[in-house]
């Protein structure tokens, strides 16, 4: 399971970084949710991957996952989830004031915006 | 345990959300009034803490009545509360400049302005590492929010880049915190400190590449070369009140890289000791060079003045990398200059260019702009101060640097860099002075054309940049007590040991349980 974990990660972060460097702003978006979905996966398994184990104190458990990661990650998703909406709302704004959705606000290197 | 440490958090959080319900009921002149009255309580928050920590003890406060290090734990030490005055009286002067006027382009201004301050004073607090993560979104919003205040194309474009670049430094922040955490166990800074110096051997590659994720986090935050390439545009194209209260956002990352080198990779690190320093002066002597190259070749002068505020997180990192006592005290002192010193030349940046109506503060000759006495001679006044000229506080901050440096084996480097960056800055700000006050063509500017994001406002006071110079001043006139205080955070900051003790162990807290 950790070798599938770290596979879903790494291809995660390697699409995002990737799109990220598109040149529009559409795929940059794209590739930070990509990005924070792969950072998530990898915080949830900071605290080492168990399978069937309760977070909180159980009289039946015999072991527990640790807790601490899950209140990480969903803090992270709802900050993620924020600040992809906010980014989305600046990328329509740009695309509204200068034309075109170039993350250069611009079509070609030699244009003015 | 003492409430008081909280209070600098919660005062701006309640005053955002006040000033958010308020809006629709109250005229815009109350609500600046309440936001002016939440800005000087914070100030007055942050002398009363200065007073309490000013012996050395350093104030706790765990939220929810968690210890340490299972709860989230406020810590208020004499850095922490520097950093918190700084803020507040900053903060203080670029809201004046605001109620002029700018504060009308969009209708949060004042809620998103409180919550930057809540973001602040909450990084500067906090002691957990996931928490500081979270302050730093909520400062980041924030700042979002203010950096595209007022609109325009090209602030538009500026703002895309700072906030997708920022999303990407939050991205690389929680990976270096999952793997801290995974490898050792707890997010508390105290802890972590302690965690690091009895590391395994067979755990220092992780633990190395996560420090160094978080320095890659820290140095985008404070524009270190070569992440500093967002800056320029970012300041130079956003309102004047909103740059002047940004000159504290790279002193964010500055302080956060100053907690993390002397806190966790302090000299009791063991083999990670000197991680950040070994990397922090390097840099910040190529960011001084890169800076002033790029303040010499600025066409406006709102731009160079960007250039300039890039120059001093090079002077201020190049102290903190020096990592002996009188590096970090003279860094300190420098710190406060160069963030009041920015600020005040970003609102007279933006007072210039009002009165040169549609040529605004691009550096060509233009008509004599009106007030020049003035405008002229706080341009002068400003570019001595920044330049670090004598007598005023930024001489005696680059010499204190200077003089540090010179007990340190890279020495050379130092001198050369910081003097030939000081020489080029003063040519950079000479020419400019000479083509906006001296190489004028024709008669006076009539004000025919205000530009588009200064709506009715005309003549502006010049009375916030001369309180931001006369904090400097102040600053000058009491440097004997203000070194005296450097040079204390200095010594604690390089003895983590009280730190650390008095967030894990703190007195009393073990008949409470």
């Given amino acids: 399971m950790e070798a599938l974990m770290s596979l879903i990660v790494g291809v995660l972060t390697a699409c995002g970084v990737y799109l990220l460097l598109r040149a529009r702003t559409f795929p940059v978006v794209l590739g930070l949710t990509l990005l924070t979905y792969g950072v998530n996966l990898f915080l949830f398994a900071s605290g080492r991957l168990t399978i069937g184990a309760p977070p909180i104190i159980d009289t039946q458990a015999t072991q527990y996952t640790d807790p601490l990661p899950q209140a990480l990650v969903l803090t992270a998703i709802v900050i993620s989830f924020a600040m992809t909406a906010f980014v989305i709302m600046l990328s329509l704004k740009a695309r509204a004031e200068l034309g075109n959705d170039h993350v250069d606000g611009r079509e070609t290197p030699g244009d003015q915006p | ?513």
């Fill in chain 2, 1 to 513: 345990m003492t409430h008081l440490v909280i209070a600098p958090v919660l005062l701006p959080l309640l005053a955002g959300i006040l000033l958010l319900l308020t809006r629709p009921l109250l005229p815009l002149g109350v609500r600046r009034g309440l936001n002016l009255a939440a800005v000087a309580g914070q100030v007055a928050l942050a002398v009363w803490l200065l007073t309490l920590v000013d012996g050395g003890a350093i104030l706790t406060y765990n939220l929810g009545h968690w210890p340490a290090p299972f709860g989230i734990v406020l810590v208020a030490d004499r850095l922490s509360v520097w950093m918190l005055l700084i803020t507040a009286l900053l903060a203080f002067f670029a809201l004046l400049h605001a109620v002029r006027g700018t504060d009308r382009g969009s209708r949060h201004f004042h809620t998103l302005f409180q919550l930057q301050l809540f973001g602040l004073n909450g990084a500067f607090l906090t002691g957990d590492l996931f928490n500081l993560f979270v302050f730093f979104e909520v400062l980041l919003l924030a700042s979002y929010g203010l950096m595209v205040h007022g609109g325009g194309a090209r602030r538009v474009q500026a703002g895309l880049h700072f906030v997708v670049l920022n999303l990407v430094g939050s991205t690389l922040f929680l990976f270096a915190a999952g793997t801290l955490y995974g490898v050792l166990g707890t997010l508390n800074l105290a802890d972590l400190a302690v965690k690091v110096a009895a590391l395994p051997p067979e755990n220092l590659g992780p633990v190395r590449a996560a420090g160094l994720l978080l320095l890659a986090v820290f140095a985008l935050k404070a524009a270190l070369v070569p992440l500093h390439l967002w800056l320029p545009a970012a300041y130079s194209s956003t309102s004047a009140p909103v740059a002047a209260l940004f000159a504290i956002m790279t002193k964010v990352g500055a302080y956060c890289l100053l907690r993390v080198e002397t806190l966790i990779f302090g000299a009791g690190a063991g083999e990670l000791a000197g991680l950040y320093a070994d990397w922090l002066w390097p840099l910040g002597l190529l960011t001084l060079l890169l800076g002033s190259l790029g303040a010499l070749a600025a066409t406006e002068l709102r731009r160079q003045v960007a250039y300039l505020v890039v120059v001093s997180v090079g002077l201020l990192l190049s102290a903190f990398g020096l990592a002996t006592p009188a590096g970090i005290a003279a860094g300190l002192y420098y710190l406060v200059h160069t963030t009041f010193a920015a600020a005040a030349f970003f609102l007279l940046a933006d007072l210039i260019a009002e009165e040169r109506g549609s040529l605004a503060d691009r550096l060509v000759p233009g008509p004599t702009v009106r007030r020049v006495g003035l405008l002229g001679g706080l341009f002068f006044f400003t570019a001595l101060l920044v330049a670090g000229l004598p007598p005023l506080p930024g001489f005696v901050g680059k010499f204190l640097v200077l003089r540090a440096a010179l007990e340190t084996p890279g020495w050379p480097w130092v001198m050369a860099v910081i003097l030939t960056s000081g020489l080029l800055g003063i040519i950079a700000l000479g020419r400019s002075g000479s083509l906006l006050f001296f190489a004028t063509q024709g008669a006076t500017n009539q004000g025919d054309s205000i530009p588009s994001d200064s709506p009715g406002k005309s003549g502006g006071s010049a009375w916030p940049t001369l309180g931001l110079l006369a904090l400097g001043l102040i600053l000058l006139a009491w440097s004997g007590p203000a070194l005296e205080y450097c040079a204390a955070m200095a010594d604690q900051l390089l003895d983590p040991q009280g730190y650390i003790q008095a967030v894990l162990e703190p007195p009393g807290a073990g008949d409470e349980r």
